[in-house]
């Protein structure tokens, strides 16, 4: 046949749109277009096709070839196409036969010798094709993201295996998850048992942990800010099965490689330098790609000396701290990654006010570098908490340790577990009217909340965010919302009043 269409995947964002790849081969003089919007890395695929059929023991033909990519007005980008467009061209000039091949679908870069190399993002594709039916061809580089699916995806290391396994000749191996990606993480993350005293900022850490609330450290230098900050994946709930793939789409996607550079079902800890864009954090580019609030998704963003990065860059993450997703818009279209993630920013009050006294965030050097910080910002943590000097005593005891994260992810889960059951979600996701229903305060409890809310001058966002962790400290002891816990929960946020009267809010 002169005429051969088989598919493939673009990739946008962390979804994967098909791509069907369509190779006319007519009489004229040799030559090789590809149409359908490709990039230069495309349009450079003719040549690694040509080297690497030849190099196959197959014949390029030598006639005019004509390669659709559809949907036109799609983008194409990277050396993905390859191997569909290799096995396009065999197949249109009948060096396969009268193959058939619409319930296959092919991903991978070829080298000119050959060889199927691995490609970024290939996991939003193997979702994608396991759901339309099709069975996915990869690269081997690819199998351990292939293997998350479950669908029979297929592997090879080179052109030739391909072309075997079409021809009824050879089978392909089937993808499979190793050992090594599924691993218990858990027992390698840093341990809570490591941290000496500071037992509020401990505390505050499991009710983070257990309600995916925001969080704040504030306190002089070498207290153990972000020693704490670490230990929160450790005590993290275990994610669900989606949850899990969502993360590992994202990863997919950056060109993180699974195994090495992260491990299935692994909460992952993010921690930007505070000389970071606001692309780095939100995602950028032409073609844009995920930031580190994405690459935090479902796990932690740590934001050390949070007053040095620019208050415009930390502007960017009020809307995914608020609805969990990165809308990005390029002349080339429309991107939407995700970015649930836990916040923990650690700050000292001031490196010039501190003069190791308890007040050190009173002065007025103090009052002005919180100033770099806007409310709206400080309005979406949960929970601001002091982490104070270690008494000199408690320091140099050996035999002092804290509870190990083990013990208090236990507890966690059984929150956790009480929120899903009663909800579907974790506390932080509830919204404000469902939340008020689940709380169901009585008329003493609501005096009292209208009090501190007039005290405090917190805002709408500040009163369901109290409750919130009210709700959390009542799962974590698996009773109903009381007094205790809502008085609790507004001493997390005992700094309200200083850092909105600091930065002027």
């Known amino acids: ?113 050959g060889d199927v190399r691995a490609i970024t993002g290939l996991l939003p594709s193997a979702v994608a094709c396991a759901k339309a039916s099709r069975q996915l061809i990869c690269s081997s580089g690819n199998e351990q993201e ?70 704040l450290f504030v306190g002089p230098p070498g207290t153990g800010k972000t020693m704490l900050a670490s230990r929160l994946p450790g005590i993290m709930p275990k994610m669900i099965e989606k949850e899990a793939l969502e993360v590992a789409a994202v990863q997919s996607v950056s060109g993180r490689k699974m ?41 932690v963003l740590f934001l050390d000396e949070l007053p ?34 836990q916040l923990v920013a650690a700050m000292n009050a001031s490196n010039e006010a501190y003069k190791g006294e308890q007040d050190y965030y009173q002065s007025q050097a103090s009052q002005k570098y919180l100033k770099k910080l806007s409310a709206p910002f400080l309005d979406r943590i949960d929970l601001h908490v002091e ?30 577990s009480r929120q899903r059951t009663r909800q579907g979600v974790q506390n932080a996701l509830l919204s404000g009217r469902k939340l008020e229903l689940i709380c169901n305060l009585n008329e003493g409890d609501k005096v009292f909340m209208q009090q501190a809310l007039e005290k405090l001058k917190l805002s709408a966002r500040a009163y369901h965010r109290v409750l919130k962790v009210a709700l959390t400290l009542a799962d974590l002891e698996g009773v109903d919302v009381a007094r205790k816990h809502l008085m609790e929960s507004l001493g997390y946020r005992k700094m309200e009043k200083l850092l909105t009267k600091a930065i002027g809010g």
């Open 1 to 113: 046949m002169s005429l051969a269409t088989i598919y493939s995947r673009a990739r946008v964002g962390v979804d994967s749109p098909l791509v069907t790849v369509e190779t006319h081969i007519s009489n004229g003089l040799p030559a090789l277009n590809i149409v359908g919007l490709p990039e230069a890395a495309v349009r450079e695929a003719k040549d690694r096709v040509r080297s690497a059929i030849q190099n196959s023991h197959f014949e390029f033909p030598t006639q005019r070839i004509t390669i659709n990519l559809a949907p036109a007005d799609l983008p194409k980008e990277g050396g993905r196409y390859d191997l569909a467009i290799a096995i396009s061209i065999l197949l249109a000039s009948g060096q396969l036969g009268d193959l058939q091949l619409r319930q296959y679908e092919f991903l991978g870069e070829l080298s000119l010798a």
């Open 146 to 215: 292939a293997g998350l699916v479950e669908s029979d995806a297929l592997h090879a290391n080179v052109l030739t295996q391909v072309t075997s396994h079409l021809l009824g000749q050879n089978k392909l191996p089937v993808c499979q998850l190793s050992r090594n990606a599924c691993e218990d993480v858990s027992r390698q993350l840093p341990d809570m048992a490591d941290v000496k005293g500071q037992y509020q900022a401990r505390r505050a850490l499991e009710v983070a942990a257990a309600g995916g609330h925001n969080l």
């Open 259 to 299: 195994g090495h550079d992260w491990f299935w079902s692994q909460r992952i800890f993010r921690s930007p330098h505070h000389s970071s864009s606001a692309a780095a954090l939100v995602g950028g580019g032409s073609i844009p790609k995920p930031g580190e609030a994405s690459l935090a998704h479902r796990g």
């Open 308 to 341: 040095e990065f620019d208050r415009k860059v930390l502007e960017v993450l009020r809307e995914p701290l608020e609805n969990g997703e990165i809308h990005l818009s390029r002349a080339r279209g429309q991107v939407s990654y995700p970015a649930r993630f």
């Open 387 to 416: 982490v104070p000097p270690l008494p000199s005593n408690l320091l140099v005891d050996q035999n002092e340790s804290g509870e190990p994260s083990k013990l208090i992810r236990q507890r966690v889960e059984l929150a956790v």
